[in-house]
């Protein structure tokens, strides 16, 4: 079957050590012609070389997702390619890197993970010979990879790695078990927008000229806990054991809440939502919300019912997704309203129904979920109906 997905066109760029005649050492040896010269450097400047590796073994891989200062996003792997081409000896480190704008990376929800599996899958990074020169570049079909199941990684350490996203320094998590899957969860935990903010390495030795959002390495050396000492910068051993202080943010807060009332997933739902903002107020706007949808099964109907009565008289919020959020809360409210209704006597929703009637012209989801709600009341043949439409109708005619 023919695949009709949209195609993007990625820049790449291959950095390892050659010696030639005029030059040896590491710098870049072949790249597509879309990459800038400022994109050049910056990859050059933040790219492994010689011993940079966490762990010295031909199985070891890094991994490094950082923005460019022309606004594209790197996503890179390093592995080791061979020996050392110059006199150091040793095992010499190959980085692929790609460049892709925002737009590209919202394919992918902007999961830097799903990407690189979808370029691995590709086999755009496996090489017969070390390529030299111009490449071309890489073709990529729109992702088909949007992973969102089951909850992986341990508790502490996702919350930690959520919780560094709203720090003021940086992570070194070392001796991190699983740590890629764990960052991946704690990644689409965060709003979209701000999982473009989440820049990081794995696998690599930690180096001031690549410091990043968080940073996961193997042993914590000597020569890294003298780099680190005065710095803004959290180094955590035996990370998921040991955690970094963490800061005070709505989301945080939000998701220890969906941790302990098992919403976990739908706290996920709500990440992967169009933020057309990630302000500070807008968050915690947002993470009011749902921290209010994942208790709504323990409020009881006479709270529900009195609740509709703030629909009316609130405000919409500007922002498209506290609006969408108001309209979760409102559908959710609508569902537990109308459950609950089955199993309570009619007569006891007589105070509530004058809100029921005056819904907000608001958003039509919420306008639709008050509906419903009012329309379940008249199913259970309330006698006060009757009574408050001639009530209606009577003061019409006298007026």
Same mark, same amino acid.
């Given at each position: 079957m023919a695949d009709h997905r949209p195609v993007m066109q990625i820049d790449h760029a291959v950095f390892t050590s050659t010696a030639t005649r005029m030059a040896q050492g590491y710098r870049i040896v072949a790249s597509s012609a879309g990459l800038?010269? #400022?994109?050049?450097?910056?990859?050059?400047?933040?790219?492994?070389?010689?011993?940079?590796?966490? $762990?010295?073994? #031909? /199985?070891?891989?890094?991994?490094?997702?950082?923005?460019?200062?022309?606004?594209?996003?790197?996503? +890179?792997?390093?592995?080791?390619?061979?020996?050392?081409?110059?006199?150091?000896?040793?095992?010499?480190? !190959?980085?692929?890197? &790609? *460049? !892709?704008? *925002?737009? %590209?990376?919202?394919?992918? /929800?902007?999961?830097? &993970?799903?990407? !690189?599996?979808?370029? %691995?899958?590709?086999?755009?990074?496996? &090489? /017969? =010979?070390?390529?030299?020169?111009? !490449?071309?570049c890489v073709s990529l079909p729109a992702a088909t990879d949007r992973k969102h199941g089951n909850v992986m990684g341990s508790v502490s350490a996702t919350a930690a790695l959520v919780a560094t996203a709203f720090a003021d320094d940086t992570l070194i998590a070392a001796n991190a078990p699983d740590i890629a899957t764990t960052l991946e969860m704690a990644i689409l935990f965060l709003p979209k927008p701000l999982r473009l903010e989440y820049s990081f390495t794995i696998g690599l030795k930690f180096a001031m000229a690549r410091?990043?959002?968080?940073? $996961?390495?193997?042993? *914590? /050396?000597?020569?890294?806990?003298?780099?680190?000492?005065? %710095?803004?910068?959290?180094?955590? =051993?035996? &990370?998921?054991?040991?955690?970094?202080?963490?800061?005070? +943010?709505? @989301?945080?807060?939000? @998701?220890?809440?969906?941790?302990?009332?098992?919403k976990l997933n739908a706290l996920l739902d709500v990440a992967n939502e169009d933020f057309d903002s990630i302000e500070d107020h807008t968050l915690s706007e947002v993470a009011a919300y749902q921290r209010a949808i994942n208790h709504i099964d323990d409020e009881p109907l006479e709270a529900l019912l009195a609740a509709w009565q703030a629909t009316e008289e609130d405000e919409l919020p500007e922002s498209h997704i506290e609006r969408n959020m108001l309209a979760r809360y409102i559908t959710t409210k609508k569902d537990q309203t109308v459950t609950k209704l089955k199993k309570t006597d009619a007569m006891a929703l007589r105070p509530y129904w004058s809100h029921l009637l005056r819904v907000a012209d608001c958003d039509d989801r919420i306008r639709q979920s008050c509906e419903e709600v009012a329309a379940r009341c008249e199913e259970l043949h309330c006698p006060w109906l009757e009574q408050d439409s001639e009530t209606e109708a009577t003061a019409a005619t006298h007026a």
């Amino acid at each position: 079957m023919a695949d009709h997905r949209p195609v993007m066109q990625i820049d790449h760029a291959v950095f390892t050590s050659t010696a030639t005649r005029m030059a040896q050492g590491y710098r870049i040896v072949a790249s597509s012609a879309g990459l800038t010269s #400022d994109e050049k450097k910056h990859i050059t400047t933040a790219s492994p070389s010689h011993s940079a590796m966490a $762990a010295v073994n #031909d /199985d070891n891989v890094g991994l490094a997702f950082y923005p460019l200062k022309t606004g594209r996003y790197c996503i +890179a792997r390093s592995t080791h390619a061979g020996l050392e081409q110059t006199a150091r000896g040793g095992q010499r480190v !190959l980085t692929h890197c &790609f *460049a !892709l704008t *925002a737009d %590209q990376l919202n394919t992918f /929800d902007n999961n830097p &993970f799903a990407c !690189l599996r979808a370029l %691995q899958a590709a086999g755009v990074m496996e &090489f /017969d =010979e070390l390529p030299k020169g111009q !490449l071309a570049c890489v073709s990529l079909p729109a992702a088909t990879d949007r992973k969102h199941g089951n909850v992986m990684g341990s508790v502490s350490a996702t919350a930690a790695l959520v919780a560094t996203a709203f720090a003021d320094d940086t992570l070194i998590a070392a001796n991190a078990p699983d740590i890629a899957t764990t960052l991946e969860m704690a990644i689409l935990f965060l709003p979209k927008p701000l999982r473009l903010e989440y820049s990081f390495t794995i696998g690599l030795k930690f180096a001031m000229a690549r410091r990043y959002r968080m940073h $996961a390495i193997g042993e *914590a /050396d000597i020569a890294t806990k003298r780099i680190v000492r005065g %710095q803004p910068i959290q180094l955590i =051993e035996n &990370f998921g054991e040991n955690t970094p202080n963490l800061p005070d +943010a709505p @989301w945080v807060d939000l @998701w220890f809440d969906a941790e302990n009332t098992g919403k976990l997933n739908a706290l996920l739902d709500v990440a992967n939502e169009d933020f057309d903002s990630i302000e500070d107020h807008t968050l915690s706007e947002v993470a009011a919300y749902q921290r209010a949808i994942n208790h709504i099964d323990d409020e009881p109907l006479e709270a529900l019912l009195a609740a509709w009565q703030a629909t009316e008289e609130d405000e919409l919020p500007e922002s498209h997704i506290e609006r969408n959020m108001l309209a979760r809360y409102i559908t959710t409210k609508k569902d537990q309203t109308v459950t609950k209704l089955k199993k309570t006597d009619a007569m006891a929703l007589r105070p509530y129904w004058s809100h029921l009637l005056r819904v907000a012209d608001c958003d039509d989801r919420i306008r639709q979920s008050c509906e419903e709600v009012a329309a379940r009341c008249e199913e259970l043949h309330c006698p006060w109906l009757e009574q408050d439409s001639e009530t209606e109708a009577t003061a019409a005619t006298h007026a």
